[in-house]
């Protein structure tokens, strides 16, 4: 038997069930993978609501490591008794063994433990394909981050300052603001009430070429208002609400503006990218440009705890979860 956190139906962290679930044989192309740590992302309350659609009952989580314990026939990415991380639906991560696709299973280094691993696959991942491939950031622009002291925004706020650009970080409390500028935030806005002016403030009335909004519903509009002319809104998360309907007239109003809504889904589909993307992870953690902040650790089965706080903002930088 495998220990896994289930829902049977959508609702706040009480639904959330610690239970035996068979252990799951792997088909072809598949390997069985203990857990040793797992990776807290807002996406698993996306689906604990039903914001992100799932059939019931479900396991949530799409991030963990650990260690390959049985393939099924004609897998040739991993062997039994390799280390492995992952960031990939389909859910099921809360577990303490899971089956899934060989070919989205990476091969961790042996400087990287299982819980730095099973911290930053997916935050950090993100973090790549935003800065590296969404809109690549250019030594000497500023960039605009939300959730500077969040999990996805301590690892861009350092890597973003690696490149060689500008960071000003939006947070919520003064002491976010301190952890954030302690990971490369140049300048810091508490709060978004005056977002655009106050970014118009720190570039000296030019703006950003870019916004990246995980925030959604609430920042939206302000984060468009913070834009240089021909800028590029990324829109990739929605912690206080989804954005809703857009008048697409808007992005011509305010300046011939770009949007985007990314995935990590698209952006690791082939395994070619899933790599490259991991690669450059495990290169700028592996050299202490970016540092994984586990700043939060439960057990497994007190998952509903974990996601009270994250979705109290009371959580900064990564929070793992442990078989
Ligand atoms: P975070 O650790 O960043 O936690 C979310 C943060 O969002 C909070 O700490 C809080 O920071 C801020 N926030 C603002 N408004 C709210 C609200 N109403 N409720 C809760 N939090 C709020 O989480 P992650 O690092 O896991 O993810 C960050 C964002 O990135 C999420 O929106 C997530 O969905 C998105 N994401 C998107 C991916 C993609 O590929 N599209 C992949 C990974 C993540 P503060 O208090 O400072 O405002």
């Known amino acids: 038997m495998t220990k896994a956190i289930r829902i049977h139906a959508h609702g706040g962290p009480e639904v959330m069930r ?56 004609d897998v040739t990415e991993v062997a039994i008794g390799d280390r492995v991380a992952y960031a990939t639906a389909p859910i099921g991560a809360y577990s303490t063994e ?36 969404t809109y690549k950031v250019q030594p000497g622009e500023t960039i605009l981050v939300h959730a500077a002291a969040g999990g996805v925004g ?40 005056d977002l655009a002016a106050e970014v118009r403030r720190f570039t000296g009335g030019a703006m950003v070429p870019v916004v990246y909004d995980s925030i959604g519903k609430d920042t939206f509009m302000a984060s468009l208002d913070s834009l240089a002319p021909l800028g590029m ?7 206080s609400g989804p954005v809703g309907a ?48 586990v700043n939060q650790t439960f057990p497994l089965q007190d998952a509903a705890r974990a996601h009270e706080a994250l979705e109290a903002r009371l959580t900064t930088g990564s929070t793992i979860l442990l078989p």
């Open 154 to 193: 301590l690892i861009m706020c350092q890597w973003a300052k690696h490149l060689g650009a500008t960071v000003i970080g939006v947070v919520s409390t003064d002491a976010k603001a301190d952890l954030a500028r302690a990971h490369g935030a140049d300048h810091v806005i508490v709060g978004h009430a």
């Open 18 to 73: 610690w239970e035996d679930v068979p252990t799951p044989e792997p088909g072809p192309g598949e390997a069985l993978v203990r857990h040793a740590a797992v990776g807290l992302n807002f996406i698993d309350v996306y689906f604990r609501t039903g914001l992100y659609k799932t059939g019931l009952p479900a396991t949530l989580g799409m991030e963990a490591s650990g260690t390959v314990i049985a393939v099924g026939p």
């Open 246 to 293: 857009i008048d697409v007239g808007l992005l011509g109003a305010k300046g011939s503006l770009f949007l985007t809504r990314p995935g990590l889904a698209t952006y690791t589909a082939k395994r070619a990218d899933l790599l490259h993307a991991a690669s450059e992870l495990f290169d700028v953690v592996g050299r202490g440009v970016v540092n994984i902040r």
């Open 233 to 239: 809104m990324v829109s990739f998360g929605n912690a």
């Open 98 to 133: 899971r089956v899934i696709a060989a070919n989205r299973l990476v091969k961790l280094p042996d400087n990287i433990d299982f819980n730095t691993a099973a911290a930053m696959m997916l935050q950090g991942i993100t973090a790549q394909y935003l800065l590296r491939r």
